[in-house]
């Protein structure tokens, strides 16, 4: 397996694994659910590993297909820039999903006040991550 093609496998983890994380706390916010709660942090951890995959993929990604007809190098600029704004977010978000099972697991009193921050921040990193995925679909598929 080459590491262009383990770019184009993980390269969807974050964004979907966020979203969904984001939705699942929410519901674990609701309903009070401390489980659902631990799953969501779970679910962040793992985005934020396939986010970090992504990212050092990455270069191979690009010297995959800069070659390729039809290819903008422009496009390719700027879904790399983004992503290079986006790399402290996805370190800050697998960190802080380890804090959050920490919390979750120690009975921390803080773990509450911890679902409100890694919930701020999942959907700041789902915006941020959808942005930089978008950016790289047209790499491929834009016009």
Do not use: D
Not at 99 to 122: D, N, P, Q
Not at 129 to 134: I, S, V
């Amino acid at each position: 397996m080459s590491l262009a093609y383990l770019h184009l496998l993980t390269n969807h983890l974050p964004i979907l694994g966020v979203m969904f994380a984001v939705l699942l706390l929410v519901f674990a916010v609701i309903n009070k659910q401390q489980n659902t709660t631990f799953s969501a942090y779970l679910i962040m951890l793992v985005a934020g590993i396939g986010g970090i995959i992504a990212y050092f993929t990455g270069e191979a990604a690009e010297e995959s297909v800069e070659h390729l007809p039809g290819i903008s190098e422009k496009i390719i600029h700027l879904h790399e820039e983004m992503a290079e704004n986006v790399l402290l977010l996805i370190f800050l978000l697998t960190a802080s999903s380890v804090l959050g099972i920490w919390a979750h697991v120690s009975g921390s009193r803080y773990a509450k006040k911890f679902e409100t921050y890694m919930l701020v921040l999942g959907i700041i990193c789902f915006v941020l991550f959808a942005f930089t995925g978008y950016l790289g679909g047209h790499i491929r598929h834009g016009n």
